[in-house]
């Protein structure tokens, strides 16, 4: 056997982030909330520190300061901040916070570096379970929504007047943001969370007529990462995440070559 | 059939005052267009019915179980959302191939359902929004200057359709219009608006109203008065003024 069993275990963490993030990551890249992702990311960091004093669960302080970043950012926005301008801010001095405040845990040693690019060869069974659990919940989520989610996504006067409230659709999107931040921490780390939500989304588009296809194609082209990243990084002998996140970028080269090439791609993808 | 009623709208947006005091009813089967000056509110009192906005007092009421549909003013489809007319169509409720077919055919946007809609003119793409919004079989039907970046053509092409929709299906529409020429000859119901309702009622009463003159000046008060009884915009708009 190729694979021993934590390696079967990995795989399928890392297929479990990539289904969920996929039609999760289709959304960041449609409402161009890329910066959006890397902001809740990075506050993760702070999330482990704080359960470190607090001795709480890693995942429960993740879950609550991305969720609290996702919040906060969602809420500045509409008051007359330079969006950019302020997510920059805000990913970059919680990242900086987290670090600083990680420093201060005296008496726990902790590999910063687990956190900051992912630990994939150690998730144990109870990791696997509250992955699959988490992305479970975030397809849920989007599948149950989804309509909705779309319909707001393109126009929120749309949404209204199809009775959709758009800011609740913006709120599920926050919650399974930060719910698919707390669960692929281990799998690729803050650093790289956002690559994984955002990639895949965008290798699939120059192939995709619809909405569900691109999402469909996110899902494979994610789960093909991780599983091939995985092993390239058994045989390569390199760092997981950072070679995942590597394999990802080589798929969106070929396929943006391949979208190049091919001119019926190419109309659907210009305006 | 009163589908919708206005008591006392007032809108503030970052705390000016957009809209005051409005007063207004719609019927079953009548077109009313809301014409003003820029920045008079137009588009905000179709956001506070539609309920993306809300009212700083004031009630809309309407009819129950009333299904509105809308079309808006401009829609920006970002490029990384790949969307098919037909994919379109079925947002947020998914209907049958045939229900799909019949609405485009409805909205003078015929065999365009596997197109995608970013390769789509600006005439097609207004059209499907239409379509969008007959889906539904709504009684209200809501434009936003539907037919903005529409040629000439184009425009009396719209308003044709637009016409026929409302036989066909009996819906009530309130439309905001800069076409005034074609507002006039369409519509059964002139409103005014300059932050509140400064005059409204059959296009030849605004047409002849002072509050009307004050907002658009004598030049397009001669022309309404030359085409209004004539109930065919493409003559209307192909004879020069």
Known sequence: MIF??????AALAGIGVALAAAPLGCFVVWRRMAYFGDATAHAAVLGVALSLVL????????LVTSLAMATIVSSLSGRGYAMDTLLGVMAHSALALGLVAVSFVSGVRIDLMAYLFGDILAVGKWDLAIIW????????????????????????????????????????????LAVVVAVALKVVGVLLIAALLIIP??????????????????????????????????????????????????????????????????????? | MTLLTIENLAVDLGGQPILDNIHLALERGEIVTIVGPNGSGKTTLLKAIIGSLTPACGQIQRAPGLILGYVPQRLHLDPTLPMTVKRFMGLP?????ACIAQALERAGAAGLGQQQMSSLSGGQFQRILLARAL?????LLILDEATQGLDQQGVIDFYRQLEAVRHELGCGVLMVSHELHVVMSTSDRVVCLNRSI????????????????????????????VYRHDHHPRQALREPA
């Open chain 1, 4 to 9: 021993d069993d934590f390696l079967v275990r």
């Open chain 1, 55 to 62: 001795s709480t669960s890693i995942l429960a302080g993740v």
């Open chain 1, 133 to 176: 659990a988490g992305a479970m919940l975030v397809l849920g989520l989007m599948h149950w929504r989804w309509s909705s989610l779309l319909t707001a996504t393109l126009n929120t006067d749309l949404a209204h007047a199809s009775g959709i409230d758009p800011g609740r659709e913006q709120l599920i999107l926050t919650l399974s």
């Open chain 1, 201 to 271: 989304a965008a290798t699939a588009r120059p192939f995709s007529r619809t909405p569900e296809s691109m999402a469909l194609l996110a899902a494979l082209f994610g789960a093909g990462s991780t599983t091939g990243g995985l092993q390239a990084a058994y045989w390569l002998d390199t760092p997981t995440g950072p070679t995942i996140v590597s394999l990802a970028a080589l798929l969106f080269l070929l396929a943006s070559l391949a979208g190049r090439l091919t001119p019926r791609v190419m109309k659907t993808t210009r305006q």
């Open chain 2, 93 to 97: 409720r998914q209907h049958s191939r």
């Open chain 2, 135 to 139: 889906l539904e079989s709504p009684d």
């Open chain 2, 198 to 225: 400064c005059c409204e009622g059959t296009p030849e009463r605004v047409a002849a109203s002072p509050a009307y003159h004050a907002m658009f000046g004598q030049g397009v008060q001669d022309a309404l008065a």
